[in-house]
């Protein structure tokens, strides 16, 4: 799957937001090695980064465009072009962040486990994932793709299952000392249905509109904004109040 930084960058500050209250959270103080999954263009980086001026920060995400826009934010920074599926280095991390990427990544029952193992004794794994597929924007979405013209090519688009606090609580505690498991709704204020659709295009619709063509593509998405306007209806003063819960866990080892 494609992605652009430029279209992900749109909405930077809504997007950081999330991540700065992330890292936050982390109650690591002396940090030699974090690294970033799913850097991203980089923002998430700085922020990692920012909280550890000390630390051997380093970053890798699967996208080229993502990863170059990533070394001109970030030059003396080290990012690399990686899967986080097969993402398996040598070494141990005091920090492992992954911001707003492991809900594209399968087989979560084995790849949460695999992250705490990679952490260094007293270690910190710090995510963040939307929690949002039941929203309306993600249900009309499916929608939009099974009722169209286009219902060959992408009617059975799925995204990777994502589960509940309880599920990770769960998975996890068995590996962790210290767990924390929580969830927050983000209301940010967008100008309008186009803008709800662009905030989209940037990540959730690429699925869909990656296996569409051009003209597919802006008949697909013309659709879906009629469909926007309707579920979200701007305020007064023609801002709509995105609703966008999220998902966030930070654990720690067992030792």
């Not at 004794?121 to 939009?144: C, F, I, W, Y």
């Amino acid at each position: 799957m494609t992605w652009s930084a430029k279209q992900y960058s749109a909405f930077e500050n809504e997007r950081t937001r999330p991540v700065r209250d992330l890292v936050a959270a982390l109650p690591n103080e002396n940090v030699a090695s974090a690294v970033d999954l799913g850097c991203g263009p980089g923002n998430s980086t700085e922020v990692l980064a920012a909280r550890y001026p000390q630390a051997d920060v380093t970053g890798m995400d699967s996208s080229d465009d993502m990863v170059v826009a990533a070394r001109k934010r970030l030059p003396s920074i080290a990012f690399e072009l990686a899967d986080i599926e097969t993402w398996n280095p040598p070494r141990q991390y005091d920090v492992i962040l992954a911001n707003a990427a492991l809900q594209w990544v399968p087989d979560h029952a084995t790849l949460y486990p695999r992250l705490v193992g990679k952490l260094a004794p007293g270690g910190s794994l710090a995510v963040q994932t939307p929690d949002n597929l039941e929203e309306p924007a993600h249900k009309l979405a499916r929608q939009v793709a099974a009722d169209g013209p286009w219902a060959a090519k992408i009617g059975d688009v799925k995204h990777p299952p994502r589960h509940s606090a309880a599920w990770y609580y769960e998975l996890l505690k068995p590996h962790c000392d210290r767990l924390d498991v929580w969830r927050t709704t983000y209301l940010h204020p967008l100008a309008g249905a186009q803008a709800v659709v662009e905030w989209f295009k940037g990540t959730a619709l690429r699925p869909y509109l990656n296996k569409l063509d051009a003209a597919e593509q802006a008949a697909f998405l013309a659709r879906y904004q009629e469909e926007i306007a309707r579920a979200y209806p701007a305020l007064a003063d023609g801002t709509v109040l995105l609703p966008f819960p999220r998902l966030f866990l930070v654990a720690g080892p067992k030792g």
